[in-house]
Nanobody, 119 residues
Framework: QVQLVESGGGLVQPGGSLRLSCAAS????????MAWYRQAAGKQRELVAT???????NYADSVKGRFTISREIAKNMVYLQMNSLKPEDTAVYYC?????????????WGQGTQVTVSS
Protein backbone atom coordinates (compact mmCIF):
# COMPACT_ATOMS: atom_id res chain seq x y z
CA GLN A 1 0.00 0.00 0.00
CA VAL A 2 1.28 3.46 -0.97
CA GLN A 3 -0.08 6.74 0.33
CA LEU A 4 0.45 10.19 -1.16
CA VAL A 5 -0.30 13.39 0.73
CA GLU A 6 -0.23 16.80 -0.94
CA SER A 7 0.17 20.03 0.97
CA GLY A 8 0.92 23.69 0.39
CA GLY A 9 -2.21 24.81 -1.41
CA GLY A 10 -4.10 27.94 -0.52
CA LEU A 11 -5.34 31.33 -1.67
CA VAL A 12 -2.91 33.66 -3.42
CA GLN A 13 -3.17 36.82 -5.48
CA PRO A 14 -2.35 36.92 -9.19
CA GLY A 15 1.40 37.13 -9.66
CA GLY A 16 2.05 35.38 -6.38
CA SER A 17 3.90 32.14 -5.67
CA LEU A 18 3.11 28.86 -4.00
CA ARG A 19 5.06 25.68 -3.38
CA LEU A 20 3.25 22.35 -3.31
CA SER A 21 4.69 19.26 -1.64
CA CYS A 22 3.84 15.60 -2.07
CA ALA A 23 4.99 13.06 0.50
CA ALA A 24 4.92 9.36 -0.35
CA SER A 25 4.85 6.62 2.26
CA UNK A 26 4.16 2.92 2.52
CA UNK A 27 5.49 0.13 0.33
CA UNK A 28 7.83 2.25 -1.76
CA UNK A 29 10.78 0.41 -3.23
CA UNK A 30 11.27 2.28 -6.48
CA UNK A 31 9.71 5.15 -8.40
CA UNK A 32 9.61 5.30 -12.16
CA UNK A 33 8.00 8.71 -12.41
CA MET A 34 6.12 11.34 -10.48
CA ALA A 35 3.79 13.96 -11.81
CA TRP A 36 1.47 16.80 -10.93
CA TYR A 37 -2.00 17.07 -12.40
CA ARG A 38 -4.70 19.64 -11.87
CA GLN A 39 -8.44 19.78 -12.32
CA ALA A 40 -10.45 22.96 -12.38
CA ALA A 41 -14.12 22.91 -11.44
CA GLY A 42 -16.14 21.46 -14.28
CA LYS A 43 -13.03 20.77 -16.36
CA GLN A 44 -11.07 17.70 -17.34
CA ARG A 45 -8.01 16.75 -15.33
CA GLU A 46 -4.82 17.81 -17.09
CA LEU A 47 -1.15 16.96 -16.78
CA VAL A 48 0.93 19.84 -15.42
CA ALA A 49 4.46 18.49 -15.00
CA THR A 50 6.37 15.22 -14.86
CA UNK A 51 9.75 14.08 -13.63
CA UNK A 52 11.08 10.66 -14.58
CA UNK A 53 13.73 8.39 -13.09
CA UNK A 54 16.60 9.98 -15.00
CA UNK A 55 15.61 13.45 -13.82
CA UNK A 56 14.09 14.64 -17.07
CA UNK A 57 11.22 17.08 -16.63
CA ASN A 58 8.34 18.04 -18.88
CA TYR A 59 5.73 20.76 -18.56
CA ALA A 60 2.42 21.70 -20.03
CA ASP A 61 2.71 24.67 -22.37
CA SER A 62 0.48 26.71 -20.10
CA VAL A 63 2.95 26.56 -17.19
CA LYS A 64 6.34 26.54 -18.92
CA GLY A 65 8.65 29.15 -17.47
CA ARG A 66 6.46 29.59 -14.39
CA PHE A 67 6.33 26.17 -12.69
CA THR A 68 9.20 23.90 -11.65
CA ILE A 69 8.92 20.27 -10.59
CA SER A 70 11.65 18.79 -8.40
CA ARG A 71 12.22 15.82 -6.14
CA GLU A 72 14.12 14.55 -3.11
CA ILE A 73 14.61 10.88 -3.83
CA ALA A 74 15.83 9.90 -0.36
CA LYS A 75 12.72 11.43 1.21
CA ASN A 76 10.27 10.15 -1.41
CA MET A 77 9.03 13.67 -1.98
CA VAL A 78 8.20 15.74 -5.01
CA TYR A 79 7.56 19.48 -5.19
CA LEU A 80 5.92 21.94 -7.51
CA GLN A 81 7.13 25.52 -7.31
CA MET A 82 4.54 27.80 -8.87
CA ASN A 83 5.44 31.38 -9.72
CA SER A 84 3.62 34.18 -11.52
CA LEU A 85 0.31 32.55 -10.75
CA LYS A 86 -2.72 33.38 -12.85
CA PRO A 87 -6.44 33.01 -12.11
CA GLU A 88 -6.58 30.22 -14.68
CA ASP A 89 -4.20 28.21 -12.49
CA THR A 90 -7.02 27.80 -9.97
CA ALA A 91 -7.65 24.08 -9.55
CA VAL A 92 -7.24 21.09 -7.31
CA TYR A 93 -3.69 19.83 -7.75
CA TYR A 94 -2.95 16.11 -7.51
CA CYS A 95 0.31 14.23 -7.09
CA UNK A 96 0.78 10.93 -8.91
CA UNK A 97 3.42 8.28 -8.34
CA UNK A 98 4.13 5.51 -10.82
CA UNK A 99 5.82 2.25 -9.86
CA UNK A 100 6.85 -0.57 -12.14
CA UNK A 101 5.72 -3.97 -10.93
CA UNK A 102 6.20 -7.40 -12.47
CA UNK A 103 2.75 -7.14 -14.07
CA UNK A 104 3.16 -3.60 -15.30
CA UNK A 105 2.98 0.00 -14.07
CA UNK A 106 0.87 0.93 -11.07
CA UNK A 107 -0.27 4.50 -10.38
CA UNK A 108 -1.06 6.04 -7.00
CA TRP A 109 -2.84 9.34 -6.42
CA GLY A 110 -3.01 11.79 -3.56
CA GLN A 111 -6.18 13.40 -2.27
CA GLY A 112 -5.45 16.76 -3.88
CA THR A 113 -4.81 20.25 -2.57
CA GLN A 114 -6.79 23.34 -3.58
CA VAL A 115 -5.01 26.26 -5.21
CA THR A 116 -7.04 29.43 -5.69
CA VAL A 117 -5.60 32.46 -7.48
CA SER A 118 -7.79 35.50 -6.99
CA SER A 119 -7.56 39.18 -6.13
Amino acid sequence: QVQLVESGGGLVQPGGSLRLSCAASGSIFSINAMAWYRQAAGKQRELVATIISGGTTNYADSVKGRFTISREIAKNMVYLQMNSLKPEDTAVYYCKLRQHRAWGPVDYWGQGTQVTVSS
